[in-house]
C-alpha cells in the first residue's frame, strides 16, 4: 500500500501502526497456510477447528484440556 501511495503521488508517507495483537484481523488462507506448513494454530483457533484440521490432514495430535 505504502508503494502505491507513492506511485501515486510521492508526496503522500504512509506509516504503518502494527495494533495489539486482540484487534488484530486473522484470516482463514492464514491461519490454513501455517497449519499446512506444519506450524501451531492452538492460540489462533478454537479447539474443534484445530481438530478438524488435524482430522482433514490425518495428523494426530496429543489432547488437550485448554480450561474445558
Avoid: C, Q, W
Amino acid at each position: 500500500m505504502a508503494l502505491m501511495n507513492r506511485r501515486l503521488n510521492p508526496r503522500i508517507e504512509t506509516v504503518f501502526m502494527m495494533p495489539a495483537e486482540s484487534y488484530s484481523y486473522l484470516s482463514v488462507s492464514l491461519v490454513k497456510e501455517v497449519f499446512h506448513l506444519g506450524g501451531r494454530v492452538r492460540d489462533l483457533v478454537p479447539p474443534l477447528v484445530e481438530r478438524r484440521l488435524n482430522e482433514k490432514s490425518g495428523r494426530r495430535t496429543a489432547t488437550r484440556s485448554r480450561g474445558r
